[in-house]
């Protein structure tokens, strides 16, 4: 290995490209919508972080006030230092008229004119995990297993159930989600409320009957005994398991209708009706709709139900011989978009191999049309136009000459099926739907996700970023035709030195037919006269796709796959990140390749032909040293690479892996595996093949990891020890489904000792943004302390 850089100066190349998502400004725009033809996003500039204020009829932009201007009249205000670095605004609100910026910070609410600068305290707005009646007079919200409203006149408040408990909760997601819900600032009731403001349609969660996956916090933050943190949790052997009773409730009186229809299990990851976008309600707020979708996810049937009555009745089903998908992954909401003025419904089904929407009669349950027929992917839908009978949706064309996971905005007819790109430049088109999960972390940064949109309420506009992996993002204004108003942002990289982006790769998967694609990260001080070694940088997760495409736009897991490919190229190694057969985010074969075969998900079989292709154009790459590391469905496949391809990867590292999905979420195992049965589902559990252990094998855990559950990886340690192997294993008692800035630099040394061949200096724990904004939302947590004079 070439000496061109010291391992001090390999480490700190390693922590500034984690660190690489600061370093880009610009990257994307969030844009909060004040009007149809108004909104407001953050942007950074010279002096600091600037909110302005667009008009999208001109692409006029201003910047009415800073960050450090909110930050200097705080301090004024509270008499206390306030770091405009470190403060966190949160709520923000623009009344343009009055020249106000309302928000809150350290709790409590305040109001800045940006007109003469001055703050002064104000009334909190309503909570957000309050649900608020369409003629904005009540709001509801969850308290002791029970929904309750509050007069948002008065501020009197009432129980509307009476009979709810823990685990027999009112407007409740399953408990095996409370943990995740928590760590989110939590959310409004699993309730939608009737357009007449009259009915609530709710449910209760029945989680009496499951059992508990308890954790152990072995090093609690405070005492020595340890506690157990109860866990209840559904998993595929259960014959039960959490239900869903599905009820209206009169808000005035609370008198409850149940629906007469058999009671709901948990799916789609453990989603309720609510959570998976598949509830509505009539235009007339006399039928309630929702779509069951059975245990095991083969049949969904859309439900009419008479709230007046308690009749229920299926309108239509649809039927899959692997599961039925009603988004491009599990995690976003489902593509189902009802037409309450037509009683109609748009449906999104893979029936003919390919994501297309669907135009059904809710009254009678007919197909009206297929309106997005053909060579058209569509991976997400932003928008339905009632009046212009318009979807404006995401899609992806197969015909395009571009690789098919590169999305661009579409518009198509519900009627006439004319479907057309509005946007065609280039690269991967990112245009944000409100809540998407990937806008997760914007809550830690004051913002609310449901309020970021890249379309305009009325359809008229749009904002995209565009980018590829080799170029950074631009951000347009655009009309709904498509036609330019303006360039918002063109982002710029203070990257490290010696940089370079990766290289897109497209190679043949191992059945020789299948295309399959990926990112090549060369290594840092790249000399084409040395030989280095190759790092596979996996997830093996059929639920998402692992390759990033745009350059540190996306948000979510691609763009932390490229943050990692230039991480870990930092070690002085090749890193592919592909994905291979059995991944989401292409056509309904490659992507249900792994069907009742959970352990082939990205297949390991493509990624040894990938880097085997690989090889070929680059001889530098060393195939005698070959490593692979990833993270949660990463780590599970990282396992099976040791244990069932030890010949090939010489070296892993395996972090928070679901290692057995018999151990993991019920509406996981069953979904991607199939049905529970003790033989099939050994044929995925990594514990199997542990005699196959032939290289070197790390194992990182979060020890309150309440995904990914500990004992599944120490049934794969115990399985190892009988088999008389010595994998090394890294416990983080406190961490939850997490690497760790520790874990990260446990992995790092040990890729370097046993990969490299040169172990690194003991150096500090990696940072990460995440730590950073943690550290900045514990700090926002309180008022700064008030500033004492100095004596004399």
């Given at each position: 290995?070439?000496?061109?850089?010291?391992?001090?100066?390999?480490?700190?190349?390693?922590?500034?490209?984690?660190?690489?998502?600061?370093?880009?400004?610009?990257?994307?725009v969030?844009?909060v919508?004040?009007d149809?033809?108004?909104?407001?996003?953050?942007?950074?500039?010279?002096?600091?972080?600037?909110?302005?204020?667009?008009?999208?009829?001109?692409?006029?932009?201003?910047?009415?006030?800073?960050?450090?201007?909110?930050?200097?009249?705080l301090?004024?205000?509270?008499?206390?230092?306030?770091?405009?670095?470190?403060?966190?605004?949160?709520?923000?609100?623009?009344?343009?008229e009055?020249?106000?910026?309302?928000?809150?910070?350290?709790?409590?609410?305040y109001?800045?004119?940006?007109?003469?600068g001055?703050?002064?305290?104000?009334?909190?707005?309503?909570?957000?995990?309050?649900?608020?009646?369409?003629?904005?007079?009540?709001?509801?919200?969850?308290?002791?297993?029970?929904?309750?409203?509050?007069?948002?006149?008065?501020?009197?408040?009432?129980?509307?159930?009476?009979?709810?408990?823990?685990?027999?909760?009112?407007?409740?997601?399953?408990?095996?989600?409370?943990?995740?819900?928590?760590?989110s600032?939590?959310?409004?009731?699993e309730?939608?409320?009737?357009?007449?403001?009259?009915?609530?349609?709710?449910?209760?969660?029945?989680?009496?009957?499951?059992?508990?996956?308890?954790l152990?916090?072995?090093?609690?933050?405070?005492?020595?005994?340890?506690?157990?943190?109860?866990?209840?949790?559904?998993?595929?052997?259960?014959?039960?398991?959490?239900e869903?009773?599905?009820?209206?409730?009169?808000?005035?009186?609370?008198?409850?209708?149940?629906?007469?229809?058999?009671?709901?299990?948990?799916?789609?990851?453990?989603?309720?009706?609510?959570?998976?976008?598949?509830?509505?309600?009539?235009?007339?707020?006399?039928?309630?709709?929702?779509?069951?979708?059975?245990r095991?996810?083969?049949?969904?049937?859309?439900?009419?139900?008479?709230?007046?009555?308690?009749?229920?009745?299926?309108?239509?089903?649809?039927?899959?011989?692997?599961?039925?998908?009603?988004?491009?992954?599990?995690?976003?909401?489902?593509?189902?978009?009802?037409?309450?003025?037509?009683?109609?419904?748009?449906?999104?089904?893979?029936?003919?191999?390919?994501?297309?929407?669907?135009?059904?009669?809710?009254?009678?349950?007919?197909?009206?049309?297929?309106?997005?027929?053909?060579?058209?992917?569509?991976?997400?839908?932003?928008?339905?136009?009632?009046?212009?009978?318009?979807?404006?949706?995401?899609?992806?064309?197969?015909?395009?000459?571009?690789?098919?996971?590169?999305?661009?905005?579409?518009?198509?007819?519900v009627?006439?099926?004319d479907?057309?790109?509005?946007s065609e430049?280039?690269?991967?088109?990112?245009?944000?739907?409100?809540?998407?999960?990937?806008?997760?972390?914007?809550?830690?940064?004051?913002?609310?996700?449901?309020?970021?949109?890249?379309?305009?309420?009325?359809?008229?506009?749009?904002?995209?970023?565009?980018?590829?992996?080799?170029?950074?993002?631009?951000?347009?204004?655009?009309?709904?035709?498509?036609?330019?108003?303006?360039v918002?942002?063109?982002?710029?990289?203070?990257?490290p030195?010696?940089?370079?982006?990766?290289?897109?790769?497209q190679?043949?998967a191992?059945?020789?037919?299948?295309?399959?694609?990926?990112?090549?990260?060369?290594?840092?001080?790249?000399?084409?006269?040395?030989?280095?070694?190759?790092?596979?940088?996996?997830?093996?997760?059929?639920?998402?796709?692992?390759?990033?495409?745009?350059?540190?736009?996306?948000?979510g897991?691609?763009?932390?796959?490229?943050?990692?490919?230039?991480?870990?190229?930092?070690?002085?190694?090749?890193?592919?990140?592909?994905?291979?057969?059995?991944?989401?985010?292409?056509?309904?074969?490659?992507?249900?390749?792994?069907?009742?075969?959970?352990?082939?998900?990205?297949n390991?079989?493509?990624?040894?032909?990938?880097?085997?292709?690989?090889?070929s154009?680059?001889?530098?790459?060393?195939?005698d040293r070959?490593?692979?590391?990833?993270?949660?469905?990463?780590?599970?496949?990282?396992?099976?690479?040791?244990?069932?391809?030890?010949?090939?990867?010489?070296?892993?590292?395996?972090?928070?892996?679901?290692?057995?999905?018999?151990?993991?979420?019920?509406?996981?195992?069953?979904?991607?595996?199939?049905?529970f049965?003790?033989?099939?589902?050994?044929?995925?559990?990594?514990?199997?093949?542990a005699?196959?252990?032939?290289?070197?094998?790390?194992?990182?855990?979060?020890?309150?990891?309440?995904?990914?559950?500990?004992a599944?990886?120490?049934?794969?340690v115990?399985?190892?020890?009988?088999?008389?192997?010595?994998?090394?294993?890294v416990?983080?008692?406190r961490?939850?489904?997490?690497?760790?800035?520790y874990?990260?630099?446990?992995?790092?040394?040990?890729?370097?000792?046993?990969?490299?061949?040169?172990?690194?200096?003991?150096?500090?724990?990696?940072?990460?943004?995440?730590?950073?904004?943690?550290?900045?939302?514990?700090?926002?947590?309180?008022?700064?302390?008030i500033?004492?004079?100095?004596?004399?």
């Amino acid at each position: 290995m070439t000496n061109l850089f010291s391992w001090q100066e390999r480490y700190a190349f390693a922590q500034a490209a984690l660190s690489a998502p600061d370093a880009v400004s610009n990257g994307t725009v969030h844009p909060v919508w004040l009007d149809g033809t108004h909104f407001w996003y953050e942007r950074r500039g010279a002096g600091g972080f600037e909110y302005c204020i667009v008009d999208a009829q001109s692409g006029e932009r201003r910047v009415p006030v800073t960050r450090k201007a909110l930050a200097g009249a705080l301090q004024n205000h509270l008499n206390a230092p306030v770091d405009a670095d470190v403060l966190i605004v949160t709520n923000p609100r623009f009344a343009t008229e009055e020249e106000l910026l309302h928000f809150e910070a350290y709790g409590k609410a305040y109001r800045y004119s940006f007109h003469d600068g001055s703050l002064a305290s104000a009334e909190k707005r309503s909570d957000n995990s309050w649900a608020v009646s369409p003629d904005g007079k009540l709001g509801l919200f969850a308290r002791g297993g029970d929904l309750w409203l509050r007069d948002l006149d008065s501020g009197t408040e009432r129980a509307v159930t009476s009979d709810g408990s823990d685990f027999y909760a009112y407007g409740a997601a399953p408990a095996a989600l409370r943990a995740f819900q928590a760590k989110s600032g939590g959310t409004s009731p699993e309730a939608l409320w009737s357009p007449d403001s009259r009915w609530i349609l709710t449910l209760q969660t029945d989680d009496r009957h499951v059992p508990d996956l308890s954790l152990a916090e072995y090093a609690p933050v405070d005492g020595v005994r340890p506690k157990i943190r109860r866990n209840r949790t559904s998993l595929p052997a259960d014959s039960k398991v959490t239900e869903f009773r599905m009820i209206a409730l009169e808000a005035a009186t609370g008198r409850q209708v149940e629906a007469r229809y058999p009671r709901l299990s948990a799916v789609r990851m453990n989603s309720t009706p609510f959570g998976a976008g598949i509830a509505w309600w009539s235009a007339d707020s006399g039928t309630a709709y929702f779509v069951d979708i059975e245990r095991g996810e083969q049949k969904a049937h859309v439900v009419a139900f008479d709230v007046g009555s308690g009749a229920a009745r299926v309108v239509f089903t649809e039927r899959s011989d692997t599961y039925v998908e009603l988004s491009v992954n599990v995690y976003q909401p489902a593509l189902v978009t009802p037409l309450p003025d037509t009683n109609e419904l748009i449906w999104y089904s893979e029936r003919t191999g390919r994501g297309q929407l669907y135009l059904y009669d809710l009254t009678s349950g007919e197909l009206r049309n297929e309106f997005t027929r053909g060579t058209w992917q569509v991976r997400d839908v932003l928008r339905v136009d009632p009046r212009r009978r318009e979807v404006f949706f995401l899609g992806t064309d197969a015909a395009d000459g571009e690789n098919p996971y590169m999305v661009k905005p579409c518009v198509a007819s519900v009627d006439t099926n004319d479907v057309r790109v509005i946007s065609e430049l280039p690269g991967d088109h990112r245009v944000w739907r409100p809540n998407e999960m990937a806008l997760g972390v914007k809550k830690l940064e004051g913002l609310d996700p449901k309020h970021i949109g890249g379309l305009s309420p009325t359809g008229d506009y749009f904002v995209e970023t565009v980018s590829t992996v080799q170029d950074l993002p631009i951000t347009y204004l655009r009309r709904r035709d498509g036609t330019e108003v303006s360039v918002l942002e063109t982002a710029t990289f203070d990257a490290p030195p010696n940089w370079h982006p990766p290289e897109p790769i497209q190679c043949k998967a191992a059945d020789g037919i299948t295309e399959v694609f990926g990112l090549l990260f060369k290594p840092l001080g790249y000399d084409p006269e040395v030989r280095y070694p190759v790092i596979d940088y996996i997830y093996g997760g059929p639920q998402v796709s692992n390759v990033p495409h745009a350059s540190f736009a996306a948000g979510g897991l691609d763009s932390m796959s490229y943050v990692e490919g230039m991480h870990l190229s930092a070690l002085g190694a090749f890193v592919l990140i592909l994905d291979g057969r059995g991944t989401a985010n292409r056509e309904q074969a490659f992507r249900t390749a792994s069907y009742r075969a959970a352990h082939t998900a990205s297949n390991l079989e493509d990624h040894v032909a990938a880097i085997r292709h690989l090889s070929s154009a680059y001889p530098q790459m060393d195939l005698d040293r070959v490593g692979i590391t990833g993270f949660s469905g990463g780590g599970y496949m990282t396992a099976h690479a040791a244990l069932r391809f030890g010949d090939f990867f010489k070296v892993a590292v395996a972090g928070g892996g679901n290692y057995d999905q018999a151990m993991f979420w019920h509406s996981w195992g069953e979904r991607y595996h199939g049905a529970f049965e003790a033989a099939h589902y050994a044929t995925q559990a990594a514990k199997t093949y542990a005699a196959g252990m032939s290289g070197k094998l790390m194992l990182v855990h979060g020890m309150m990891d309440d995904g990914c559950h500990p004992a599944a990886l120490f049934q794969l340690v115990q399985a190892l020890i009988e088999a008389n192997k010595d994998p090394e294993l890294v416990l983080l008692p406190r961490a939850g489904h997490d690497w760790t800035g520790y874990g990260m630099r446990r992995r790092w040394d040990y890729l370097a000792t046993n990969l490299i061949g040169q172990k690194p200096p003991l150096s500090e724990a990696f940072k990460r943004p995440i730590d950073n904004l943690l550290a900045r939302a514990a700090a926002n947590a309180s008022e700064p302390a008030i500033e004492k004079p100095s004596r004399p």
